[in-house]
DNA sequence: TGAATAGTGTCTATCAGACATTATGTC
DNA sequence: GACATAATGTCTGATAGACACTATTCA
């Protein structure tokens, strides 16, 4: 980072009133996406204060500067909103806690007029793709946290544009899955090819025939699974081979990419 | 965009008074990247007051309000921003201007602690590609602007953090191109394969070796370019055949990608 | 044994990469 | 003709998609 040192500069630094200006509030929202038995999910809070008291909306607030008077990163305010609603406490310490296994993604910025009655706010919203969380609990200022199935989410009225925010996020994860590794962020640590299969099918809702050809992809892409060299115990009851278990090998890119149905249609 | 109707939200907006709140400002950077005379450039201007007085940056400044009290949206900002420091005037009659085959696509934003001396500000970066504009003009605020090579750029100390925002523009413009058409956006209304093809090794600063290979790859891309039907004019001195004209076609999605020989090795 | 799930082998049409060839222009 | 640029043709190795087959487990 730059910072002036010209004498100048701190004359005029002193002069500044920050206040004479049309106030201006900046919030970050958190699009928390993850797989609940089965289905393609997104995390709820419903509003306890005006404005849009009772409603639904993506969690979220204003940010403000801490203790010692400094504004947290944008990041950083994103996690710790995502901390508040479901309860899992960020660990500084790198321990392996659920919320660590979080990705968080800066996602888009939405800055129209009129997207909150108080004042003019500029929201910063983040994409988490998270492996399946525990169920969240109500922080302060929400009356209910809840995991919903995001076709659910897409049909409720939710506060401010957060129906906006919502498709923008739900479109990133499923054009991410094609070309990046992060399918396995929506998995425990450890999962079966079949998982990962079954994460592409349920987030972009529509079956992967190729079942050879899925696996071949997976494992000719560099860094994208390893092997732990050991089998699933017993899952279900009706049978079939158990099946080797797998860890996300630190990756990213996936190219070529795995193309949705969806997107083959797009480009003819 | 949803809006409150409860009578006790009215109570509340009626009380509510936004400068009670540690004051943030938002600004629109823009990271204006453009080809000249074959070299892949930047827009920079020298700022002409405090912080930072006489320092280059990415052109930008905060948003406030407009004469009727409402703030504009963020591209919009970011469209006005650029239009005043190339001294083009958006049209908003969608006429050809220059300015109007200018792609402004929102890149990132940031709002770490530390990134304005003033107070905390919030930047929402944009990125433009833009065919060849004509020289730029110094708009209210700003010493100079300037068509930079990038390279140069970089090697620039930039004010505020705009060394990050540059290096993220320049990021994703190399990527942008690998899976977007947008690579016609460096270029004139009508153009080449050729020209096409300059545009991806002035912007990845590689050559492409294939030249079949490209220019399948152009035509069986659906939406990427339509033939013209015309022949340049002669250009250079030093002979050659005459090149058909095409313009771009309206598409967006380029798959399977051109990929770059840098992300070639990164995936190994 | 049959059904269910996991994983491998193989064939083929397609395509990216490489390179040769043709076409059209200036000097 | 020598050279430069544009455009097309053709060969080959790799691979996505399709499908058949083997492997392992439970009822």
Redesign the pocket.
């Known amino acids: 980072m730059n910072h002036p040192t010209d004498p100048n500069e701190k004359a005029f630094l002193a002069a500044y009133d920050p206040t004479r200006y049309t106030p201006v509030a900046v919030t970050v929202d958190v699009a928390a996406l993850t797989i609940r038995d089965g289905v393609f999910s997104v995390l709820l809070v419903r509003r306890a204060n005006p404005p849009f008291a009772g409603e639904w909306c993506l969690p979220g607030g204003f940010i403000k500067p801490g203790p010692g008077g400094d504004f947290p990163d944008l990041a950083t305010a994103a996690a710790a909103r995502l901390a508040l609603e479901t309860g899992l406490t960020a660990d500084p310490d790198d321990a392996p806690t659920a919320l660590g296994r979080v990705q968080l993604r800066q996602l888009a910025t939405f800055g129209g007029p009129g997207r909150d009655p108080r004042m003019h706010v500029v929201s910063v919203a983040y994409l988490a793709f998270a492996p399946d969380l525990p169920e969240p609990v109500a922080g302060p200022g929400t009356l209910e946290a809840a995991w919903t199935p995001v076709v659910e989410a897409e049909g409720v009225d939710l506060a401010f544009d957060h129906n906006a925010i919502l498709a923008a996020a739900i479109k990133r994860a499923r054009g991410k899955l094609e070309y990046t590794t992060m399918a396995t962020a929506f998995l425990p640590a450890e999962f079966?090819?079949?998982?990962l299969?079954?994460v592409y099918e349920i987030i972009w809702g529509e079956p992967i025939?190729?079942?050879?050809?899925?696996?071949?992809?997976v494992?000719?892409t560099k860094n994208f699974v390893e092997r732990v060299g050991a089998?699933?115990a017993?899952?279900?009851?009706?049978?079939?081979?158990?099946?080797?278990?797998?860890h996300a090998a630190g990756g990213e890119l996936l190219l070529?990419p795995?193309?949705s149905q969806a997107t083959?249609d797009a480009i003819g």
Chains 1, 2 share one sequence.
Not at 235 to 244: D, F, I, Q, S, V
């Open positions: 079966t090819i079949g998982d299969k079954r025939r190729l079942t050879a050809g899925f696996r071949r992809k494992h000719a089998l699933t017993r899952r279900g009851t009706k049978g079939g081979r158990t099946a080797e278990l797998y070529p795995i193309l083959k």
